[in-house]
Every structure is written in C-alpha cells, then in structure tokens.
C-alpha cells in the first residue's frame, strides 16, 4: 500500500513539476507579447498618435479571437479560451494607457458586465447616469468609447439608444452580447416577506411571467437601472429587486431566486460607440440609418433597399423610429452583413443612398465574439 502511494505521490509531482515549467514559459511569453504591444504603441505615438484611441484596434482584436477559436481543441470551452487571451490584451493595452468606456451605470448593471466582456477587466470604466451621458461624453473625449444597450432577445430594441444615433456624430465601433440571468434579490429569507421589487422596465418585462407566478401581489417598481434597485434592496425593509450576479456581489445581497428570467436564452446585445470608423476584420457587420424620398408610391421602402438585394447582401435587422420631424414621418435603422470596405457593400450603398432622402453609415465593425 505505502509503494503504491510513493508511486502515485511521484506521479503529482512530476505533473507538477510539468505545471511548473509551463508556468515560467506562459509568463515569458505574455511578457515578449507585452513588449511587442509597447512597441506598437511607441510607434503609434511616434506618428502623431491619439493615445487608447489610437492603441485600440477592434478589427485586429476580433482576427486574434477568431483564430484563438479555431486553434483551441479543448478541454478549455471556446468561451473560456477568448476571456483568457481577451485580458492579456487588455492588460498589454493598459500598460500604455488604460481605455475609458463610459456605460450606463451605476456598479453592478449588466452594461457593465458588456463593458468588461469587450474591453477586459483593465479598462477604466466610467459609470454615468443616463445613455444621453454615455453619448455626450464620448462626444466630448472625456471617455474613449461607450457601451450602450441596443436590444434584448426577449424585449426587443432600447429605442432611447436608437434616437440618440439621430443626432449624435458617433459611431458604431463594435457589439457585444451578454446572456442575461435575472435574479431576484434582498437582504430576506422568504418569498412572502417581499413586498416590492425595484428593477428596469425591460428586467421586470422579461421576468414577467415569473413575477405573476411567484409574486402576483407585489409591488413592481421601475428604476433606471438594476443597480439602482439593488441599491434601494439593500437599505429598504420588505424590498427586493431583479439584477445580475454583479449587483448582488457589489451590494451584499443574497439571491432568492435564481434564473427567473422567462425565456433561457435571454440575451442583450451592445455597441460599442466611439469618434473612430475602423477598418475591416473580415466578418464584419453595417448599421444604417435611412428614410425614403417623400413619396405615397406604394412599395418605397421596398424600392430603397433593392440595391442590398442586387449585390446579395444579407440584411439582419430593420427597426423603424419617428423622426421627430413631422408626424407620421419615420426613419429606418438596418443592420446588414459585410463591411464599407468590402466592394460589393460599397457599390450597393452607393446606389441605395442615390435613393435614400435620409442616409448615413452608422458604422462598420467586427460581429460579437462568444
């Protein structure tokens, strides 16, 4: 029994010993990428560099994750395989100069989850109150770009970001999507000590069948964000609120419920906003903002987006907003597949705009990674 244990004791330390050895080479190697980073960072600031604008390229960061994901075969998921190579970029970005993201805050939302999903735990995030804030303060470079919530898989669009795009010079830099997992939370041991429940319009929305199920007599109470009920769940008798994982760490609270959301794959997509259009990383997606020439012809919109049809253009979303213009007066947002770059988009955008009253790129960027 003792050599049997001897044998299996030299075993582990042999493995260990193998361990040891891959953890000098990794830390090697993450420091030569770190100085080959600084290198391009130097050489951008040689150039008349713009600082983290300049440092942070979507387009290069999303080819190197598409090929983490075509290289790794396991037993580490796709998903957390890119988080890994996600911070070590991160982190090399941030020993030139840490990325400012504004997002809707407070702490704890899941914008902010999006925002450390993109950008890696070294970013410097930048919490604000509203998504007007978010906009205005990349406008005026006080943050380098912003995350704000586009749509949700259960709920549909935030229209409050849509109409920002209206009149804001910004530009689509990228997206992320985040599965969303609502929970409900408080500082309570018992469903029938909850008297209200504090969360987001779309949270209480997408929990809504729950809520009637669990909680049919309870008060819902819309805040501007999760954190925000969070926040009051913490300091309220009787109150509990919907929020993420993040929330219930940053404001000491325990989870009641978990998973309440009603569908399972609930899912938010966010963009990326910034002052910089980026080039192409080869699987890319367009946003547009249209409208058609004023006209009764019956099938104008139809007429407007054949160009996308000719060039055998794959269009993925279309969402329709007033244009506060005049009543009964509307523009088109549109997401399609492909870059500005690309010729075929190009050529198609071309033509569409020669149709288009209203017409403006929105942006090209990289497709949500994982």
């Known amino acids: 029994m003792a050599d049997k244990d001897d ?3 030299g075993e582990l330390e042999g493995i260990r010993g193998q361990i040891d050895a891959l953890d000098v080479r990794i830390q090697e190697l993450i420091n030569e990428r770190a100085h080959c980073a600084k290198a391009i960072g130097e050489a951008k600031m040689a150039g008349n560099g713009n600082g983290p604008v300049d440092f942070y390229r979507p387009e290069r960061e999303a080819q190197v994750l598409r090929s983490v994901l075509e290289r790794n075969e396991g037993p580490l998921k796709d998903e957390e395989m890119v988080r890994l190579f996600r911070e070590i970029m991160s982190v ?5 100069e840490p990325v400012k993201v504004g997002y809707l805050g407070p702490e704890g939302t899941f914008t902010q989850s999006a925002v450390l999903k993109h950008f890696g735990l070294s970013v410097r995030p930048l919490p604000l109150t509203t998504i007007e804030e978010v906009f205005h303060e990349v406008e005026s470079g006080t943050a380098d770009f912003g995350v704000v919530p586009i749509e949700n898989s259960t ?22 999507e985040v599965r969303i997992r609502q929970h409900l939370m408080c500082s309570m041991d018992s469903l029938d000590k909850v008297e209200r429940v504090y969360a987001h319009p779309q949270s209480l929305a997408q929990c809504r069948a729950w809520l009637h199920e669990y909680l049919p007599n309870v008060e819902q109470m819309p805040v501007s964000s999760n954190a925000e009920g969070a926040s009051r769940a913490s ?9 993420g994982d993040a929330a219930a760490e ?7 419920a978990s998973d309440i959301e009603d569908r399972p794959d609930n899912t938010t997509r966010f963009l990326v906003i910034g002052r910089t259009q980026f080039s192409p990383s080869g699987e890319d997606r367009t946003s547009l903002l249209l409208s058609t020439v004023d006209t009764e012809d019956a099938g104008a919109l139809q007429k407007l987006l054949q160009p996308l049809a000719d060039d055998n253009i794959n269009m993925t979303r279309i969402e329709s907003r007033p244009s506060h213009q005049r009543k009964w007066h509307y523009v088109f947002f549109i997401d399609i597949d492909g870059h500005i770059d ?5 050529r198609a955008l071309k033509h569409l705009e020669k ?4 017409f403006r ?3 090209s960027y990289p497709k949500a990674i994982v």
């Not at 090399?92 to 030139?96: G, M, R, T, Y």
């Not at 690309?342 to 190009?346: A, F, I, L, Q, S």
């Open 92 to 96: 090399c970005l941030a020993h030139e």
């Open 342 to 346: 690309e010729e075929h988009v190009g």
């Open 235 to 243: 300091e309220e008798k009787g109150t509990a609120a919907i929020a």
């Open 7 to 9: 044998k299996q004791a």
């Open 250 to 256: 940053v404001y000491s609270l325990g989870t009641l």
């Open 361 to 363: 790129v929105l942006g």
């Open 155 to 176: 709920e549909g669009t935030v229209n409050n970001t849509l109409d920002m795009f209206m009149t804001s010079p910004l530009s689509i830099c990228g997206e992320v």
């Open 355 to 358: 149709g288009a009253q209203l």
